[in-house]
């Protein structure tokens, strides 16, 4: 869908080299979407193989946007340059290379409209899975948030996913002081919206790595120790001993 002058959602798509995925992504986001939008895809320069095709979709699609990244390489700065753009009510952090998320966009859309801050999906609960990529990522991605849905009072049984919506003007509030390489920064995110005790949800979603090829950014020991510091800064200051779980929002809403 065409957005006008204030769309109810931005969604930031930080990419690096990702211009078949793109080209599919904002063809299906505008099929599917049901409320004004823009698209605002972030890349770290203009040689990037998806500046091409984004000049083509802009001639189609009047609401996609192509920022570039201007901060310093790297998926945190390529957000923060797109929420910077951002002129919807709500945000919506996407991975341009995943399709069945967008399933869900509608399910956060509502429960943001009944009064959440801030919806994460999840791939480990209510129905979700992941499927593809790399064997030892998923296996460290799900042992990090059984873990730390054990051993702090996060009401999230997916904090490290990088599906997450909110309200444009908290932004500035997250802290991301403890984020490290590539997606990290989604788990800071979830920790602090709870910190803050936001009005929070989740929503179940079916996530196929790389569905349309390209190169993954995982790499095993940069994400090992930014996930380790972020998960003990997580349990500090989400201590299940004495601090309560914020608000989650009843996904009953939803039916």
């Known amino acids: 869908m065409k957005s006008n002058n204030k769309p109810l959602l931005s969604i930031v798509m930080p990419v690096r080299n990702d211009a078949e995925s793109v080209d599919v992504m904002v063809r299906v986001l505008n099929a599917l979407i049901k409320v004004s939008v823009e698209l605002i895809v972030v890349t770290d320069n203009y040689e990037d193989t998806t500046t091409p095709?984004?000049?083509?979709?802009?001639?189609?699609?009047?609401?996609?946007?192509?920022?570039?990244?201007?901060?310093?390489?790297g998926v945190l700065?390529?957000?923060?340059?797109?929420?910077?753009?951002?002129?919807g009510k709500y945000v919506l952090i996407y991975a341009a290379d995943e399709i069945c998320p967008v399933l869900a966009i509608q399910n956060m859309l509502k429960l943001m409209d009944s009064g959440c801050d801030f919806v994460s999906g999840t791939r480990y609960a209510r129905g979700g899975n992941r499927y593809g990529g790399s064997l030892i990522g998923h296996i460290l991605s799900r042992l990090a948030n059984t873990l730390f849905n054990l051993f702090s009072a996060t009401a999230l049984t997916d904090c490290t996913t990088g599906l997450k919506m909110f309200r444009?003007?908290?932004?500035?509030?997250?802290?991301?002081?403890?984020?490290?390489?590539?997606?990290?920064?989604?788990?800071?995110?979830?920790?602090t919206a709870q910190k803050m005790g936001l009005r929070i949800a989740e929503v179940p979603i079916v996530s196929i790595d790389r569905l349309l090829g390209g190169q993954s950014t995982f790499r095993l020991i940069p994400w090992v120790i930014s996930y380790a510091r972020l998960f003990m800064m997580g349990v500090y200051q989400l201590p299940p001993w004495h601090s309560p779980k914020p608000f989650l929002l009843s996904p009953e809403l939803l039916k």
Do not use: C
């Open 77 to 87: 700065p390529a957000v923060r340059e797109g929420v910077k753009a951002a002129k």
């Open 53 to 73: 095709v984004l000049a083509d979709l802009s001639q189609v699609y009047p609401n996609v946007h192509h920022i570039i990244n201007t901060i310093s390489p």
């Open 168 to 191: 444009r003007e908290l932004f500035e509030k997250f802290d991301f002081s403890q984020t490290g390489s590539g997606w990290s920064f989604a788990f800071q995110m979830a920790i």
